[in-house]
């Protein structure tokens, strides 16, 4: 069975960091590009960033230069690194395994998704 | 960035009916359109794709068309397990950008 389960959201301060983590299973993750999707409370889909196959690597303008994404496929992982989290970066960050070309995907599956609250 | 607008937000309606969603682009997107059906506390799960259609276990009562900067998902005969928020995202240029949900209610 295809699967993602993402780790490591919760509480943290704004100006803070947290990394998220998103572990892959079923499938040969090296071969996809993958991607992170947000969701504030009550609201709807924001994608964040995305890393191909080769390593490329875009974000949104929102979280570019804060944020990092990386991948180690030998651990069929990858991960977002949130650096100077602001109170809007608060969502359900979702991971998904993206087809169609890295900048323009799908995304089929996606993770059960990961809280991100930014408060004092 | 392409701004994908849905309408309604959200609608009423009841099983058996015959359920349509548009989606609007704000510029010609050929017919790069993919549909996302999203129950409470879940993950969204991908109904229909550009490459694809309908995807692999999605009943046959969920279709989608459309072209250029107007799309419609339809589900023809609304089921009890179909009461959910449904996203269009567009895969013709980056960033990919969605929809903001339509919510189909009982």
């Known amino acids: 069975e295809v699967q993602l389960v993402e780790s490591g959201g919760g509480l943290v301060q704004p100006g803070g960091s947290l990394r998220l983590s998103c572990a892959a299973s079923?499938?040969?993750?090296?071969?996809?590009?993958v991607h992170w999707v947000r969701q504030p409370t009550g609201k709807g889909l924001e994608w964040v960033s995305t890393?191909?196959?080769?390593?490329?690597?875009y974000y949104a303008d929102s979280v570019k230069g804060r944020f990092t994404i990386s991948r180690e496929d030998a651990k069929n992982s990858f991960s977002l690194q949130m650096n100077n989290l602001r109170a809007g970066d608060t969502a359900v960050y979702f991971c998904?395994?993206?087809?169609?070309?890295?900048?323009?995907?799908?995304?089929?599956?996606w993770g059960q998704g990961s809280l991100v609250t930014v408060s004092s | 960035d392409i701004q994908m607008t849905q309408s309604p937000s959200s609608l009423s309606a009841s099983v058996g009916d015959r359920v349509t969603i548009s989606c609007r682009a704000s510029?010609?997107?050929?017919?790069?359109v993919n549909w996302y059906q999203q129950k409470p506390g879940k993950a969204p799960k991908l109904l229909i794709s550009?490459?694809?259609g309908l995807q692999s276990g999605v009943p046959s009562r969920f279709s989608g068309s459309g072209s250029g900067t107007e799309f419609t998902l339809t589900i023809s005969s609304l089921q009890p397990e179909d009461f959910a928020t449904y996203y269009c995202?567009?895969?013709?240029?980056?960033?990919?950008?969605f929809g903001q949900g339509t919510k189909v209610e009982v």
């Open positions: 550009v490459a694809f």
């Open positions: 998904a395994r993206g087809s169609g070309l890295p900048e323009i995907p799908w995304f089929d599956p």
């Open positions: 079923g499938f040969t993750l090296s071969s996809y590009d």
């Open positions: 995202q567009q895969s013709y240029s980056g960033p990919p950008t």
């Open positions: 890393i191909g196959t080769s390593g490329d690597t």
């Open positions: 510029l010609s997107i050929s017919n790069y």
